[in-house]
């Protein structure tokens, strides 16, 4: 069979770059395109392989072009190699080339072109030396820079200034790279500071930027220079127009930057420094044409560097007053500069940023996102007690109009600032309602928490924020937290929604049954969630305490929300069903208004927790779907369920100290001592628990218990934990324990507060419970306190312990009551814990 | 530092890609995928920068080309502004009233200006006629040198 001829490559002649170019260009699809680059890659493959040296740049040209399209490229990687290690230059220039496009430090191959650039850089002709220098700075890895650091470091002292300055940034590149090769290119910068050549002098200039920049040693080596980058500068500055290195009228504006970014770096925190280059910062602030851009470039950077360091004032408000003409600038990215700058100034130079203001707040009405964006945090900073009304008139404005996503930093800018300097609690209170109003949907979660709050501790605005609240929820029932806030409000104060209407709103004339049917639309929305749902739920509950006609209507929803599939929802309408059918009595007691409840304020960083916070000494071993593996845990359950907390309390201030003070909120009052005696409820081997009573005149329904525990034996006390619960109609609240360990010999007791309200003026029963560690044993200690009322009876409290191996030592104390009211059904006959409890303690 | 360097058409076509740190092929597409969606989706009338991770953009629009630099936080915005702006006067006084077909056809030429211009993302050389000093003379490097004379055809 005789042989093929030729392969087909020859028919279709490779082509040249340019007119592979008008052919690609030329493709109508896309599929017509890959289809010519596919032929065309062929061919370059098949040259490749046969090794025709003299094509060879073309066809690695013209892969280069394909690679740029997005095609792969990876068959010319060795192909670059080859160029660069061959003599010719064109060959280099294009073998340089293609090796910092397909050559990254990743690939295998990076590394064989080491020793080609070390040859260049060593025996080549000027030009050659710089493509090495060139492929060297872009993609040197750092083995390569630590090879050819010392061929560089030669190349510095050449005389050719074509090679000297791109060694200099070359000896850049490789201290970014390794950082110890600092030490070689450290010694030749003073001199090269001395060079007349501009290009060095940038390169020397950003070489000693970047030494100073890693090592503090070098920086304070090289503050000595600060004289002498002040001349320069003042040459460029005085020597006037050069046509070779000016632009727009300003000399050399590169090299005018790169100096004053070097003299910010060493000025910073150095007197000696920043004072000898203030006269030149002011003359070039002064004498610089600002009528281009480029004379703003060298304006901004002298502006950022006289705020870096220790300028003498007068300079820093010239610079302040600078970037204010610059607010004022018609050029977009001028102002965007200016306000950047700003924002970093506003904690140091506030005042000097103030006077700005108005011109700041103009900028909120920008129509470019970056600039707005820019002028909002600026803005916020710089809202103060004496512009809050003005400003959140303004922001408030803002806030409607604002794209999407700046909507949320606005809205949560507003309220921080509202929550720091509102004069009145009704400014407050509008100002919430209206940022819940327009951009409800991207407020913080803690707002409503912070809002009920605010609401309920403004006891003369509640009928003002009931009234405005209802009429917001009538006309708009998305706004999920303006939804949730509302409800809770409806349901605390709804009875004031009937009444007679307030001074300062208009009449509102509202039935019973509208605000029902308000309350169930919201139930029934699809746009509610189901923690708006829950809101809804309870605020119904409450209204059938508040108002006088008949239930029927909220049993009704009550119950059939029984069945509803959400688990939440379901469990509250299962609860307050029995409420109305078992525990009618109760009703009244239990949907009571919330009791005032301390603020975190604005430092309490998670206040949207409360609801876990004050009941965490009782929750810490419960969840509401858990079987009551304990009737102690259902206890609590019911208690907290039932206690209306359906709403997340607003954060309790866990401090057992400050809570008292605040809560009685008459600074000048110490809390009165009522006359009721402390009673120890607990000695044995040498701890000692004893209670104290206050009640407090204000609140008579209120009870503060504080539980000492003492030890004076010999061995200390640890894990120790002591919980309490108390009968349905009562709500008790455990305060973090001041520890857990009572050292031996009379050291510092451990205290723990309770506070138990009584509204019903019941007989107060409590159960107390222990759990320690003590002479190496655990201790479990169970007992009753009866009649802990206005006067405290000396009731018999009986003790009974059990003995625990120490294997299960960390048992925390559950408080059981053993003698319990038949109504509570879960808590009928109470297994213990843990183990048999013998009916007499071997201790006692 | 400036990080890289891109020049694109309004179409979204690449025509050129500098990049001065190290990164897969893989990051370098998705980084210019997303910033050219970027940048082309802004108004006319917009500023010049905008943040985008962690870097600041430059860009501006000459005729159909966006030059789009990537600079680090301590860079000076308005001074990179300068820089595009040295560049495209070195393109056009090379290849004398450069338009988007120049730098297409001659793709390697726009890279050994701009070489010859800014070197591991600093600028190497601020007068304009040492730069295109520097280009002439390597051109006339080229072999073989009868073809080297005016623009040079691979």
């Given at each position: 069979m005789p042989a093929l001829p030729r392969p087909a490559r020859m028919v279709l002649p490779s082509l040249k770059l340019q007119e592979l170019i008008q052919e690609i260009r030329g493709a109508k699809t896309q599929a017509q395109e890959r289809e010519v680059i596919q032929k065309e890659c062929a061919h370059i493959r098949a040259a490749f392989r046969e090794g025709d040296a003299p094509q060879r740049h073309r066809q690695l040209a013209k892969l280069l072009y394909v690679h740029m399209l997005g095609y792969p490229a990876h068959?010319?990687?060795?192909?670059?190699?080859?160029?660069?290690?061959?003599?010719?230059?064109?060959?280099?220039?294009?073998?340089?080339?293609?090796?910092?496009?397909?050559?990254?430090?990743?690939?295998?191959?990076?590394?064989?072109?080491?020793?080609?650039?070390?040859?260049?850089?060593?025996?080549?002709?000027?030009?050659?030396?710089?493509?090495?220098?060139?492929?060297?700075?872009?993609?040197?890895?750092?083995?390569?820079?630590?090879?050819?650091?010392?061929?560089?470091?030669?190349?510095?002292?050449?005389?050719?200034?074509?090679?000297?300055?791109?060694?200099?940034?070359?000896?850049?590149?490789?201290?970014?790279?390794?950082?110890?090769?600092?030490?070689?290119?450290?010694?030749?910068?003073?001199?090269?500071?001395?060079?007349?050549h501009h290009g060095i002098l940038m390169g020397a200039v950003t070489l000693i930027t970047e030494l100073c920049e890693r090592s503090p040693a070098a920086l304070t080596h090289f503050r000595q220079v600060v004289p002498q980058l002040v001349q320069i500068l003042r040459t460029l500055v005085i020597s006037?127009?050069?046509?070779?290195?000016?632009?727009?009228?300003?000399?050399?504006?590169?090299?005018?930057?790169?100096?004053?970014?070097?003299?910010?770096?060493?000025?910073?925190?150095?007197?000696?420094?920043?004072?000898?280059?203030?006269?030149?910062?002011?003359?070039?602030?002064?004498?610089?044409?600002?009528?281009?851009n480029a004379g703003n470039a060298v304006l901004y950077e002298t502006v950022l560097t006289i705020v870096d360091i220790r300028s003498a004032s007068g300079l820093r408000v010239l610079a302040v007053n600078i970037l204010g003409r610059f607010l004022l600038n018609n050029d977009k990215n001028i102002r965007y500069v200016a306000l950047t700058s700003l924002l970093r100034l506003v904690q140091s130079d506030h005042s000097a940023v103030q006077r700005h203001r108005p011109t700041v707040v103009e900028c909120l009405r920008e129509t470019d996102a970056s600039l707005s964006r820019r002028a909002l945090e600026l803005s916020l900073a710089l809202v103060n007690s004496s512009n809050i009304r003005s400003m959140t008139q303004e922001l408030q404005g803002f806030l409607e109009f604002c794209p999407v996503d700046l909507r949320a930093d606005c809205a949560s800018?507003?309220?921080?600032?509202?929550?720091?300097?509102?004069?009145?609690?009704?400014?407050?209170?509008?100002?919430?309602?209206?940022?819940?109003?327009?951009?409800?949907?991207?407020?913080?979660?803690?707002?409503?928490?912070?809002?009920?709050?605010?609401?309920?501790?403004?006891?003369?605005?509640?009928?003002?924020?009931?009234?405005?609240?209802?009429?917001?929820?009538?006309?708009?029932?998305?706004?999920?937290?303006?939804?949730?806030?509302?409800?809770?409000?409806?349901?605390?104060?709804?009875?004031?929604?009937?009444?007679?209407?307030?001074?300062?709103?208009?009449?509102?004339?509202?039935?019973?049954?509208?605000?029902?049917?308000?309350?169930?639309?919201?139930?029934?929305?699809?746009?509610?969630?189901?923690?708006?749902?829950?809101?809804?739920?309870?605020?119904l509950m409450k209204l059938s305490t508040r108002f006088q006609g008949d239930n029927n209507r909220i049993r009704r929803v009550v119950s059939i929300y029984g069945s509803c599939l959400d688990i939440e929802l379901q469990q509250r309408a299962v609860e307050y069903n029995a409420l109305f059918r078992k525990y009618d009595h109760m009703r009244s007691a239990i949907l009571e208004k919330m009791p005032l409840v301390e603020h975190g304020g604005p430092q309490d960083d998670e206040p949207g927790e409360g609801k876990e916070q004050p009941w965490s000494p009782k929750r810490e071993v419960q969840s509401p779907t858990e079987p009551p593996t304990s009737n102690l845990l259902d206890l609590l359950d019911l208690l907290d369920s039932a206690s209306g907390d359906a709403q997340p309390p607003p954060a309790l201030d866990l401090m057992p100290g400050g809570s008292l003070l605040h809560l009685l909120d008459l600074p000048s009052n110490t809390p009165s001592l009522a006359p009721i005696p402390g009673l120890k409820v607990f000695d044995r081997e040498g701890l000692q628990i004893s209670l104290s009573f206050v009640r407090p005149p204000e609140t008579?329904?209120?009870?503060?218990?504080?539980?000492?525990?003492?030890?004076?034996?010999?061995?200390?006390?640890?894990?120790?934990?002591?919980?309490?619960?108390?009968?349905?109609?009562?709500?008790?609240?455990?305060?973090?324990?001041?520890?857990?360990?009572?050292?031996?010999?009379?050291?510092p007791p451990i205290t723990q507060v309770l506070r138990v309200l009584n509204p019903n003026k019941a007989p107060l029963r409590m159960r107390l419970r222990l759990a320690y560690n003590h002479f190496g044993q655990s201790v479990q200690e169970i007992f009753e306190g009866r009649n802990l009322s206005q006067k405290f009876t000396q009731d018999p409290v009986y003790h009974r312990g059990s003995k625990e191996d120490t294997s299960t030592s960390d048992i925390r104390i559950l408080v059981f009551l053993a003698e319990l009211p038949t109504s509570f059904p879960y808590l009928h006959s109470p297994p213990p814990p843990t183990g048999e409890i013998p009916t007499a303690c071997p201790h006692l | 530092m400036m990080q890289f360097m891109l020049l694109f058409s309004r179409q979204g076509k690449l025509r050129l890609q500098k990049w001065y740190v190290p990164l897969s092929d893989k990051e370098k597409k998705k980084i210019t995928r997303e910033l050219v969606q970027t940048v082309l989706a802004r108004k006319p009338k917009m500023c010049s920068?905008?943040?985008?991770?962690?870097?600041?953009?430059?860009?501006?629009?000459?005729?159909?080309?966006?030059?789009?630099?990537?600079?680090?936080?301590?860079?000076?915005?308005?001074?990179?502004?300068?820089?595009?702006?040295?560049?495209?006067?070195?393109?056009?006084?090379?290849?004398?009233?450069?338009?988007?077909?120049?730098?297409?056809?001659?793709?390697?030429?726009?890279?050994?200006?701009?070489?010859?211009?800014?070197?591991?993302?600093?600028?190497?050389?601020?007068?304009?006629?040492?730069?295109?000093?520097?280009?002439?003379?390597?051109?006339?490097?080229?072999?073989?040198?009868?073809?080297?004379?005016?623009?040079p055809v691979y």
């Amino acid at each position: 069979m005789p042989a093929l001829p030729r392969p087909a490559r020859m028919v279709l002649p490779s082509l040249k770059l340019q007119e592979l170019i008008q052919e690609i260009r030329g493709a109508k699809t896309q599929a017509q395109e890959r289809e010519v680059i596919q032929k065309e890659c062929a061919h370059i493959r098949a040259a490749f392989r046969e090794g025709d040296a003299p094509q060879r740049h073309r066809q690695l040209a013209k892969l280069l072009y394909v690679h740029m399209l997005g095609y792969p490229a990876h068959f010319g990687q060795m192909e670059c190699l080859k160029l660069i290690a061959s003599p010719r230059f064109t060959d280099k220039r294009v073998g340089y080339l293609g090796a910092m496009l397909l050559l990254d430090e990743r690939q295998d191959a990076h590394l064989l072109i080491t020793n080609s650039i070390k040859n260049d850089l060593s025996q080549g002709t000027q030009p050659v030396q710089g493509l090495a220098l060139c492929t060297l700075s872009t993609t040197g890895s750092a083995e390569m820079c630590r090879d050819l650091a010392s061929e560089v470091e030669k190349l510095l002292l050449r005389p050719s200034p074509y090679v000297r300055k791109k060694a200099v940034l070359a000896a850049v590149h490789m201290i970014r790279k390794v950082p110890e090769l600092s030490d070689i290119f450290l010694p030749p910068c003073t001199q090269l500071l001395h060079e007349r050549h501009h290009g060095i002098l940038m390169g020397a200039v950003t070489l000693i930027t970047e030494l100073c920049e890693r090592s503090p040693a070098a920086l304070t080596h090289f503050r000595q220079v600060v004289p002498q980058l002040v001349q320069i500068l003042r040459t460029l500055v005085i020597s006037g127009y050069s046509t070779e290195h000016s632009v727009a009228g300003v000399s050399d504006p590169f090299l005018q930057v790169q100096v004053l970014k070097l003299l910010r770096i060493l000025g910073r925190n150095h007197e000696e420094s920043s004072e000898a280059m203030n006269d030149m910062l002011a003359q070039v602030a002064t004498n610089t044409d600002t009528s281009r851009n480029a004379g703003n470039a060298v304006l901004y950077e002298t502006v950022l560097t006289i705020v870096d360091i220790r300028s003498a004032s007068g300079l820093r408000v010239l610079a302040v007053n600078i970037l204010g003409r610059f607010l004022l600038n018609n050029d977009k990215n001028i102002r965007y500069v200016a306000l950047t700058s700003l924002l970093r100034l506003v904690q140091s130079d506030h005042s000097a940023v103030q006077r700005h203001r108005p011109t700041v707040v103009e900028c909120l009405r920008e129509t470019d996102a970056s600039l707005s964006r820019r002028a909002l945090e600026l803005s916020l900073a710089l809202v103060n007690s004496s512009n809050i009304r003005s400003m959140t008139q303004e922001l408030q404005g803002f806030l409607e109009f604002c794209p999407v996503d700046l909507r949320a930093d606005c809205a949560s800018g507003i309220l921080l600032a509202a929550e720091r300097f509102a004069p009145t609690k009704r400014w407050h209170i509008d100002t919430i309602m209206r940022v819940l109003t327009t951009a409800g949907a991207h407020v913080r979660d803690d707002a409503v928490a912070n809002l009920t709050q605010l609401i309920g501790g403004a006891e003369e605005l509640h009928a003002y924020s009931v009234r405005r609240l209802y009429n917001a929820l009538a006309a708009d029932i998305s706004q999920q937290p303006l939804v949730q806030v509302a409800a809770w409000c409806i349901g605390e104060y709804g009875e004031l929604l009937l009444s007679e209407s307030y001074e300062e709103t208009e009449p509102l004339q509202v039935q019973e049954e509208e605000v029902l049917m308000l309350l169930e639309k919201v139930l029934q929305s699809h746009l509610s969630l189901p923690a708006t749902r829950g809101y809804a739920l309870t605020a119904l509950m409450k209204l059938s305490t508040r108002f006088q006609g008949d239930n029927n209507r909220i049993r009704r929803v009550v119950s059939i929300y029984g069945s509803c599939l959400d688990i939440e929802l379901q469990q509250r309408a299962v609860e307050y069903n029995a409420l109305f059918r078992k525990y009618d009595h109760m009703r009244s007691a239990i949907l009571e208004k919330m009791p005032l409840v301390e603020h975190g304020g604005p430092q309490d960083d998670e206040p949207g927790e409360g609801k876990e916070q004050p009941w965490s000494p009782k929750r810490e071993v419960q969840s509401p779907t858990e079987p009551p593996t304990s009737n102690l845990l259902d206890l609590l359950d019911l208690l907290d369920s039932a206690s209306g907390d359906a709403q997340p309390p607003p954060a309790l201030d866990l401090m057992p100290g400050g809570s008292l003070l605040h809560l009685l909120d008459l600074p000048s009052n110490t809390p009165s001592l009522a006359p009721i005696p402390g009673l120890k409820v607990f000695d044995r081997e040498g701890l000692q628990i004893s209670l104290s009573f206050v009640r407090p005149p204000e609140t008579p329904a209120l009870l503060l218990i504080t539980a000492t525990a003492s030890n004076t034996s010999k061995s200390d006390v640890t894990h120790f934990v002591f919980q309490a619960a108390v009968p349905k109609s009562f709500q008790l609240q455990l305060q973090i324990p001041s520890g857990d360990t009572v050292p031996a010999q009379g050291g510092p007791p451990i205290t723990q507060v309770l506070r138990v309200l009584n509204p019903n003026k019941a007989p107060l029963r409590m159960r107390l419970r222990l759990a320690y560690n003590h002479f190496g044993q655990s201790v479990q200690e169970i007992f009753e306190g009866r009649n802990l009322s206005q006067k405290f009876t000396q009731d018999p409290v009986y003790h009974r312990g059990s003995k625990e191996d120490t294997s299960t030592s960390d048992i925390r104390i559950l408080v059981f009551l053993a003698e319990l009211p038949t109504s509570f059904p879960y808590l009928h006959s109470p297994p213990p814990p843990t183990g048999e409890i013998p009916t007499a303690c071997p201790h006692l | 530092m400036m990080q890289f360097m891109l020049l694109f058409s309004r179409q979204g076509k690449l025509r050129l890609q500098k990049w001065y740190v190290p990164l897969s092929d893989k990051e370098k597409k998705k980084i210019t995928r997303e910033l050219v969606q970027t940048v082309l989706a802004r108004k006319p009338k917009m500023c010049s920068f905008l943040e985008w991770r962690d870097l600041k953009i430059v860009y501006k629009r000459y005729a159909s080309l966006y030059f789009c630099c990537a600079i680090e936080d301590q860079d000076n915005e308005l001074i990179t502004l300068e820089i595009i702006h040295r560049y495209v006067e070195l393109l056009d006084k090379y290849f004398g009233s450069v338009c988007e077909l120049d730098i297409i056809f001659n793709f390697e030429k726009a890279y050994f200006i701009l070489d010859e211009f800014l070197l591991g993302g600093e600028v190497q050389e601020t007068s304009k006629k040492n730069v295109l000093k520097a280009i002439e003379q390597a051109d006339l490097l080229q072999e073989p040198r009868h073809e080297y004379f005016n623009v040079p055809v691979y």
